[in-house]
């Protein structure tokens, strides 16, 4: 019995024990347990809320409130000279949907030569514009009547939401070309799939598979040769992350690309990935998107580039400093080359063409081109003169909407007539086909409102823009200046003041000596000054130029409205200057103005997001030079289109247009100009080669005929100087001696009161000079002085 109950006793401890010693183990347990739900509680939390971030910032952030640009609004009336085709094309253009039922706006419906359009309603700077249905007439290229399509009341003035030109985005200096994956060549889709991610249409963001095969190729090249990060997660950490290199930040990486796999289509993502890539700088800016690398390296929209070209940016992904083609081409080749064998290694490239597309030099182009618009080389000159006003980040990122002077009809005018003739020079003049390039810039006679420019031979391609940043020499463009200057000293010159047109010599600062010579090698003697600037002849105007002194010319210019620096040499007096065809468009438009500076401008107003009104660029005149100086001028750039270096213009035009302006031709025939204006616009066109090689046209052969083919197709007015109180028509026999109608050859030129011959001809006699003298002593009874 005791030992029975000892061992009761023994047994009782035991159990004591263990359940002493089970206790903390099941608080541990209970501990764990409870922490494992709090993680899980926490955890799922945050991966809801980076749901919410990819979801918020991959949907809207970076391209919810670009810039609008939008052109001069469409206003039509009866009367207006417009096409049935022209109209439905801008209806196209505003996007306007073709239909019966009419149902909303934005809608129309064509019924032969009449239209049914229901417009849209449109906040414009000066208030919204209300949705309405009315008809169009159309009667042999015009509009014979608009009416309101319920009450049949005519409209007097139609106005339309206005043609968007583009939009400015994103913020932050990140400059791009939004591409549709459509419109992105197969061989850079599957470069880069062959280089970066093989397995992208497989996988789910994150690929294990990719991260153990890049870390064996790591290992057996002993370094970092490659990554295992997906095209995925690699959009993650451009699009969403800092470049903190930490732990955490690759787990929230993976995290980040499993959600967005989850949310959105492969397609959806590479295109975000396709147009987010980081691919170079260029100073602040960066090159950002394959569409902008593509304009960018090759000066070329991204499908049209050949495999090796594909494969060289899909090599620079790695890194755009490090491969740097411009930098660093013998390492952009390497690295394309290892691209095209990646390629034809998974059977994405047949191995003839990798063989070729390798021959091939690193092939880049010299210009670092701008983004991408329906009229690219206007929408650059919104960007650049917005500048001066608004900040980048607002400008890209507040969602303004900018009202600019871009006329629709006019540009796109413009374009068509502009690449038919350079195709047409091209071919004529047996230039090296493709080579032959240009640019066009057009404004308002009356207020300098830019209403289109052309930057590149192919209107719409966004490439590098002639009409702001081609900075050639202007030639014979500059003799307007050196007569305008002595043409405001009339005390000493006149339009039939003689010049000697002879051979002159002038020593250069380095000794050597300048000898210019004439276009035809000729030396023409005396020459009346107004025949020296119509037949642009070179040795009367240097002489004329050197006697007035290249200071004051100079001054003249900067007067006009040049701003760039201008060294006083000698040889400024044939053109040497360079200037880009939109500083030349300034320089006429003054005279264009008659004496009257005009910024020229490319916007009209801008508006918040809200509609609200920011702010109007208002037209402002400031006189500049003597309009009777300027009028002189002007009646000899009509003579320049009359009898002179441009009369060919008017085997387009009515010679009724009464046309001014000048021809202009550089050494070797390397730039062919023509600037010049009819009564309501004001043109100038430059036509020429990037690489500086003879073109092979003068400005008569070449730009003129650009310039007078776009003017007859949208030119409505004819020039009508307005002659200053101070100016008066005197008849002039051909020696420069006053005559009157009755002598023969005479002709009448303006002269400021004052300055006119005072010796008569032969022709006038005793009689008319007695009767001239009377008539002067008869009106001079009557005068109030």
């Known amino acids: 019995m005791a030992k029975s109950k000892s061992k009761a006793k023994t047994s009782k401890k035991r159990s004591s024990r263990r359940t002493k010693k089970q206790q903390p183990s099941g608080f541990l347990k209970r501990s764990a347990i409870k922490l494992c739900l709090v993680f899980l509680v926490l955890f799922s939390g945050y991966v809801f809320y980076l749901d919410y971030v990819v979801r918020e910032q991959f949907e809207g952030k970076r391209w919810a409130l670009p810039a609008h640009v939008f052109a001069n609004p469409v206003e039509i009336y009866q009367g207006l000279s417009l096409g049935v085709g022209q109209f439905e094309s801008l209806l196209t253009d505003l996007r306007y949907k073709r239909t019966a039922s009419l149902s909303s706006g934005g809608q129309y419906y064509r019924s032969g030569d009449v239209f049914t359009v229901k417009t849209r309603g449109f906040d414009f700077f000066d208030g919204r514009e209300l949705s309405q249905t009315v008809k169009i007439y159309f009667n042999n290229g015009f509009i014979s009547a608009i009416k309101q399509a319920s009450s049949k009341v005519n409209v007097a003035l139609l106005r339309f939401d206005p043609v968007q030109v583009g939009s400015f985005y994103p913020s932050h200096k990140e400059d791009r070309i939004l591409v549709k994956i459509d419109d992105v060549p197969r061989t850079l889709i599957d470069g880069l799939i062959a280089i970066e991610d093989r397995d992208f249409y497989t996988h789910y963001g994150v690929s294990p598979k990719s991260i153990l095969r890049a870390l064996w190729a790591n290992i057996q090249a002993g370094g970092v040769v490659q990554g295992g990060s997906t095209l995925t997660q690699q959009l993650i950490k451009n699009f969403y992350l800092t470049p903190q290199r930490s732990l955490w930040r ?206 590149d031979r192919n209107p719409t391609f966004n490439g590098f823009n002639r009409a702001l940043d081609a900075i050639r020499p202007i030639g014979s463009l500059v003799k307007p200046a050196v007569y305008l200057t002595a043409l405001s000293q009339p005390e000493k010159y006149t339009l039939t003041t003689r010049i000697e047109d002879a051979a002159i010599s002038l020593k250069q600062q ?177 036509l020429g080669r990037d690489d500086n090689k003879p073109s092979r046209l003068t400005g008569a052969s070449g730009a003129l005929q ?25 008849w002039v026999d051909p020696q420069g001696l006053r005559a009157n109608e009755f002598c023969k050859n005479a002709i009448q030129y303006p002269f400021i009161k004052g300055s006119s011959p005072a010796v008569f001809s032969p022709c006038v006699g005793i009689v008319g000079r007695t009767l001239d003298g009377a008539g002067q002593w008869f009106n001079g009874l009557f005068d109030d002085r």
């Open 250 to 455: 690759k787990v929230k990486e993976a995290l980040m690309a499993l959600i967005i796999e989850a949310h959105y289509h492969k397609d959806e993502i590479l295109e975000a990935y396709l147009n987010e890539v980081f691919l170079g700088q260029d100073d602040e800016r960066s090159i950002n998107g394959f569409g902008m690398a593509s304009v960018f390296y090759f000066n070329k929209p991204l499908k049209e580039l050949k495999p090796h070209q594909t494969a060289l940016l899909v090599g620079l992904v790695k890194g755009p400093s490090y491969y740097n083609p411009r930098r660093h081409p013998k390492r952009s080749i390497s690295r394309r080359n290892l691209v095209l064998d990646e390629m034809a290694r998974l059977g994405f490239l047949p191995d003839e063409q990798r063989i070729i597309a390798k021959r091939f030099a690193v092939d880049i182009s010299p210009f670092k081109q701008v983004k991408s618009s329906r009229f690219p080389a206007f929408l650059n000159l919104v960007k650049r003169q917005l500048s001066r006003d608004y900040k980048d980040e607002d400008l890209r990122s507040e969602g303004l909407n900018i009202f600019s002077t871009l006329d629709y009809n006019i540009q796109t005018s413009a374009e068509r007539i502009f690449k038919q003739k350079l195709k047409m020079l091209n071919k004529q003049h047996g230039i090296e086909k493709g080579k032959l390039q240009g640019s066009m810039v057009i404004t308002r006679r009356e207020g300098g409102e830019i209403v289109a420019v052309i930057g």
């Open 510 to 686: 380095s000794g050597e000596l300048w000898e210019p010579q004439n276009y035809d090698k000729v030396e023409h003697g005396a020459v009346p000054l107004h025949t020296a600037l119509s037949r642009s002849y070179n040795l009367a105007t240097v002489r004329l130029g050197m006697e007035l002194k290249v200071q004051n010319v100079k001054r003249t210019l900067e007067k006009l409205g040049i701003r760039r620096a201008i060294k006083p040499y000698p040889s400024l007096l044939l053109g040497s200057l360079a200037l880009s065809p939109i500083e030349v468009a300034q320089m006429y438009q003054t005279l264009a103005g008659e004496g009257f500076f005009t910024h020229l401008r490319s916007i009209q107003s801008v508006t918040s997001r809200d509609h609200s009104a920011l702010q109007r660029y208002a037209l402002t005149v400031q006189q500049v030079a003597d309009p009777s100086a300027i009028y002189l001028v002007n009646t000899v750039l009509q003579e320049v289109m009359a009898e002179g270096t441009g009369r060919s213009a008017y085997k387009h035009m009515s010679a009724d247009y009464k046309l001014a302006g000048k021809t202009g031709t550089t050494d070797e025939l390397r730039d062919s100009w023509f600037a010049g204006f009819s009564g309501d616009y004001l043109a100038v066109v430059w």
């Open 706 to 730: 650009v310039w007078s083919s776009v003017m007859a197709s949208i030119s409505k007015e004819p020039v009508r100087l307005t002659q200053p109180d101070d100016v008066e028509f005197i």
